[in-house]
């Protein structure tokens, strides 16, 4: 059963393109969540997806926006880079549950460098 | 892989010995906490987690400990060995939400 899968695993960028991350949830998810972590500090989170629609945002600005697939897959794209978007870009995922809180469980992350 | 531990408080042990990892959390609407370990060029890995109707959760070799009133959890970590060098986060969730509200960090250092 494979866990959360993520590519690409390493990017380098410079100021003003565009990325797109993707991201493969656990096996029966159905809910992608996207965290920034800077080097040194925790996870941020940045949106989370449902039913392929955005469900929730943090504190990040338009300039970073995402899609979720029918299967469930994510994307996250990130336009104009700046050198602060630096960073492992962490997806998570989980079952959207009713019952319960649910334990999100992560991928190993895309490493965005933009020089 | 990369270090995600840079500038963050760092607890040294001896193998064998316990270990104590604090953590305060700051919104009193959070009604479940989680531990997540990563380890160098990973992501974080779900270690244990606890509600707030709850005081204490054990694990294997690992229990949480919640105090509400002073919003602090604790991650004890028993006859601690050197696969359990990590930096170890605590994450909060709020009441109505399913986000992860994560907090600084600690590194734990292994000594064999």
């Known amino acids: 059963d494979a866990g959360v899968t993520q590519s690409p695993t390493h990017l380098i960028k410079t100021r003003g393109q565009q990325v797109t991350l993707r991201c493969s949830p656990k096996s029966g998810h159905d809910t992608v969540s996207w965290y920034q972590q800077a080097l040194g500090q925790g996870p941020q989170f940045i949106f989370q997806y449902y039913e392929e629609e955005e469900r929730q945002r943090g504190n990040f600005p338009d300039r970073f926006s995402g899609h979720q697939f029918p299967n469930y897959s994510s994307e996250l794209n990130v336009n104009a880079l700046l050198l602060g978007d630096s960073a492992l870009y962490l997806c998570?995922?989980?079952?959207?549950?009713?019952?319960?809180?649910?334990?999100?469980?992560f991928g190993a992350g895309t490493r965005l460098s933009v020089l | 892989g990369e270090s995600v531990g840079l500038h963050l408080p760092t607890l040294s042990v001896q193998e064998g010995d316990n270990s104590i990892i604090n953590c305060a959390y700051s919104?009193?609407?959070?009604?479940?906490f989680i531990w997540y370990k990563q380890e160098s060029g990973k992501g974080p890995q779900f270690i244990i987690d606890i509600r707030s109707n709850m005081d204490k959760r054990q694990g294997q070799r690992v229990t949480v400990l919640l105090n509400k009133t002073v919003k602090h959890l604790s991650l004890q970590i028993a006859a601690t060995q050197p696969g359990d060098s990590a930096v170890y986060f605590c994450?909060?969730?709020?009441?109505?939400?399913?986000?992860?509200?994560f907090g600084k960090g600690t590194m734990l250092l292994v000594s064999p």
């Open positions: 998570a995922s989980s079952l959207k549950n009713r019952v319960s809180k649910n334990i999100q469980y």
């Open positions: 994450a909060e969730i709020s009441t109505g939400y399913s986000t992860l509200t």
């Open positions: 919104n009193s609407a959070s009604d479940y």
